[in-house]
């Protein structure tokens, strides 16, 4: 398995812009979770899904976060609009039902807003 | 609150000295615990995981860690470390329900001396 796959590596853009953040899990992993990762506060969880379904989205940090996932192989974290603070190391993670596997990191993406 | 605490923000140890990382956490069970190991640029790489049973876990790169319930700690050790092994560790957790995402520590810089 190619493990979990983010994209893009690196985005820069300039505020006021819409962002969109893609994962793909790994297959059969029922749970799929976004972090964001800054030198402030460390790596925060912002929402997770299982099979699909958004089960807890208290760590969104305003309305101009949003998240979705359609299908279990694919997952967006969407920022409209854009500011400077959102700049950060966005992370996407996926896990099985049975935890003992442990949860699997994907490599980020570190955004810039300028 | 439930929460986990790595006191040490960055440790600096000899190549070949031995190494232990803090890590406390504050919950009213057993939760799950996880060493996480991040190299600059790069995503988060499972080191390690306690659900239960022995006290004592091996893990990978020749790490291992103790969970201590009468400490509410989980340190991690090695006893020769390599100048690969130079990174930011996280020690993280998750509710004994496995329900929700996961917790992490602010993390610990590790740095090798040569």
């Known amino acids: 398995d190619a493990g979990v796959i983010q994209s893009p590596r690196h985005e820069v853009t300039e505020m006021g812009q819409e962002v969109t953040l893609r994962c793909k899990p790994i297959?059969?992993?029922?749970?799929l979770f976004w972090y964001r990762q800054t030198m402030m506060r460390g790596l925060e969880l912002l929402i997770y899904?299982?099979?699909?379904?958004?089960?807890?989205d208290s760590g969104m940090p305003e309305d101009r976060f949003s998240a979705k996932m359609p299908n279990a192989s694919f997952s967006t974290l969407k920022i409209q609009p854009s500011e400077p603070r959102d700049s950060a190391v966005y992370f996407c993670?996926?896990?099985?039902?049975?935890?003992?596997?442990?949860?699997?990191f994907g490599s980020g993406t570190r955004l810039t807003v300028v | 609150a439930q929460s986990v605490t790595q006191p040490d923000i960055h440790i600096t140890v000899s190549e070949g000295a031995s190494l232990e990382l803090r890590c406390n956490y504050s919950y009213g069970a057993t939760p799950y615990l996880f060493w996480y190991v991040q190299s600059p640029g790069q995503g988060l790489q499972l080191l390690l995981k306690?659900?239960?049973?022995?006290?004592l876990v091996q893990g990978i790169k020749g790490f291992e860690a103790e969970f201590k319930r009468s400490q509410s700690s989980f340190n991690l050790r090695k006893p020769s470390v390599h100048w690969s092994d130079a990174a930011e560790y996280f020690c993280a957790f998750v509710s004994g329900g496995g329900a929700d995402g996961l917790t992490f520590g602010k993390g610990t810089h590790l740095i090798i001396q040569p």
């Open positions: 993670a996926s896990s099985p039902l049975n935890r003992n596997y442990g949860y699997t």
């Open positions: 306690y659900f239960s049973g022995d006290t």
């Open positions: 297959s059969g992993h029922d749970y």
């Open positions: 899904f299982n099979n699909n379904v958004p089960i807890d």
